[in-house]
């Protein structure tokens, strides 16, 4: 059974930073792909970032230019850097696993994997 455990979220200023972390255990995830979710209250979750095994990475358009997803393989960690946060940034994000083979997963019923998620608020 893999566990995925997100950390890195808290409150910063618009125009800040932050990094999340997802750690896995109970199996490695080098050759998965691994994605970033987040959920706005009142809203459906959404899609906001992948990377493949191959490290190719994909961004839905409101994260373009500000998010990095990247991974240590080593560490079994996924990480997502987010630059130029903005008050609609405020959400509750996931990582979660895919251990099939799609190369851009951009659903949450793609994914067999999830995080409890970290809070990540941005105050204007």
């Known amino acids: 059974q893999v566990q995925l455990v997100e950390s890195g979220g808290g409150l910063v200023q618009a125009g800040g930073s932050l990094r999340l972390s997802c750690a896995a255990s109970?199996?490695?995830?080098?050759?998965?792909?691994m994605g970033w979710f987040r959920q706005a209250p009142g809203k459906e979750r959404e899609f906001v970032a992948v990377i493949n095994w191959s490290d190719s990475t994909y961004y839905t358009d409101s994260v373009k230019g500000r998010f990095t997803i990247s991974r240590d393989n080593a560490k079994n960690t996924v990480y997502l850097h987010m630059n130029s946060l903005k008050p609609e940034d405020t959400a509750v994000y996931y990582c979660?696993?895919?251990?099939?083979?799609?190369?851009?997963?951009?659903?949450?019923?793609?994914?067999?994997?999830w995080g409890r998620g970290t809070q990540v608020t941005v105050s204007s």
């Open positions: 109970g199996h490695t995830f080098s050759s998965y792909t």
């Open positions: 979660a696993l895919d251990v099939n083979y799609a190369i851009r997963p951009r659903t949450a019923s793609e994914y067999d994997y």
